[in-house]
């Protein structure tokens, strides 16, 4: 009986991340909720699992957003846009835009 690798499909899904995140196919959505690459492609899940909304403070000026699922962004919309921080990680947008550019070139698709 053949039994799915769970380490395979781990880095199956890992690897078609990376790839994506290098390819930024979805760079307006990505742009219009001001959040990273790595972000949007590693770290959020695409689909939404469980229903269950949550409610988190932004990380700069506690105002309470409320999210679709468990996955919460660090700082609000309006804080990132203001400061050019990613929405999620909180880090500074264009330094790590430009450490994914190197990281990516690394990369051989
Ligand atoms: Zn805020
Ligand atoms: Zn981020």
Do not use: W
């Amino acid at each position: 009986m053949f039994k799915p690798n769970r380490t395979a499909m781990k880095l199956k899904t890992l690897t078609k991340s990376l790839i994506a995140m290098k390819k930024d196919q979805n760079e307006n959505a990505r742009k219009k909720q001001h959040v990273c690459a790595p972000c949007f492609y590693l770290h959020r899940p695409m689909k939404v699992g469980m229903q269950a909304f949550t409610t988190s403070e932004c990380d700069l000026c506690f105002t309470p957003s409320t999210y679709p699922s468990s996955v919460v962004d660090k700082i609000c919309l309006g804080c990132a846009e203001k400061r050019d921080l990613c929405a999620h990680c909180g880090d500074d947008l264009k330094a790590i835009e430009k450490q994914v550019s190197v990281l990516c070139n690394e990369i051989i698709i």
